[in-house]
């Protein structure tokens, strides 16, 4: 039975990862059976209008309705966001508005990082009941608890947490975006990662962890598995660190293939991979972006 019930899925990205989100659109588009439209919030930080129109062209509009909205749009006035020493751009803290993002009627979302590819049914993961929790997320196979010795939560004996509280990536959230506006989550995981900064490795999973510890459901480790394993059929393909279209990747390349494999059917099917210099200007720009907002 199809359903008439849309998915809103909130996605951010800048120009230099335009690419991976054309990839990760097309593969919820092959692999999406069961009929519902998908709403995509794009966050754009400075994407070109003619990569917007390349996206449009590279996805059914009968299933796809995507709305871009500017970055600077979509943070609250009067919040400042952490000013941490990673690389990390400013944008990890946007998925954080969520509520301000989609529809003010909308109950559930999902929140998807770009460096991403889908290869199953998005509805099963769209449609898994929260219960009383707030989030879904998958447990993080780098740190998986607490007291992880080179990441995790390091002052979590301070914080009053057990050294076994399990650990969750945000690159995958399934939110329910009334409870998350109701309990004000923004506000208070902005407010822990700047009370915690020198321990905030991972700044947003940081405030995520702490915030919501032992209060989010726990999903198939498939849902959000990393390019660095070797597994035969993940739902979902997350590719941290390197990126498949950069030619120093050095993960599984089977899971670069299946990239590709849904890029040559975008407007990006003739790009090549760039080189490692590209990533590092990348880095060195996300913090002087953050030394420019601190000055």
Request: hydrophobic share 40%; proline share 4%.
């Amino acid at each position: 039975m199809k359903s008439s019930t849309a998915i809103p899925i909130v996605i951010v990205t800048d120009e230099h990862y335009v690419i991976h989100l054309a990839a990760l659109l097309k593969s919820i588009e092959t692999n999406h059976k069961t009929g519902e439209k998908i709403e995509v919030y794009v966050i754009a930080d400075g994407v070109k209008k003619s990569s917007q129109k390349k996206i449009h062209s590279s996805v059914d509009p009968a299933m796809f309705t995507i709305k871009w909205i500017k970055m600077e749009d979509t943070i609250p006035a009067g919040v400042k966001l952490p000013l941490d020493r990673t690389s990390y751009p400013v944008t990890i803290y946007l998925r954080l508005f969520i509520q301000y993002i989609v529809p003010a009627e909308t109950k559930k979302a999902l929140f998807l990082d770009v460096d991403m590819i889908v290869l199953e049914e998005i509805s099963k993961l769209y449609n898994m009941e929260l219960g009383e929790n707030v989030i879904g997320a998958v447990q993080d196979p780098r740190l998986l608890t607490f007291d992880n010795s080179w990441g995790g939560i390091m002052n979590y004996k301070e914080l009053g947490f057990a050294p076994d509280t399990k650990y969750f990536n945000t690159g995958l959230l399934l939110i329910n975006t009334q409870k998350w506006a109701e309990q004000n989550l923004a506000t208070k995981i902005i407010d822990c990662i700047n009370d915690n900064i020198k321990f905030a490795n991972y700044p947003d999973q940081y405030g995520f962890n702490v915030v919501l510890a032992n209060q989010w459901l726990e999903l198939d480790t498939r849902w959000n598995y990393f390019a660095s394993g070797d597994l035969e059929n993940p739902y979902l393909v997350h590719f941290i660190s390197r990126k498949p279209f950069y030619s120093s990747y050095n993960y599984n390349p089977k899971y670069k293939a299946l990239f590709y494999q849904y890029l040559k059917l975008t407007e990006w099917r003739n790009a090549k991979p760039i080189g490692e210099l590209n990533r590092y200007i990348k880095k060195v720009k996300n913090i002087l972006v953050k030394i420019k907002k601190k000055f």
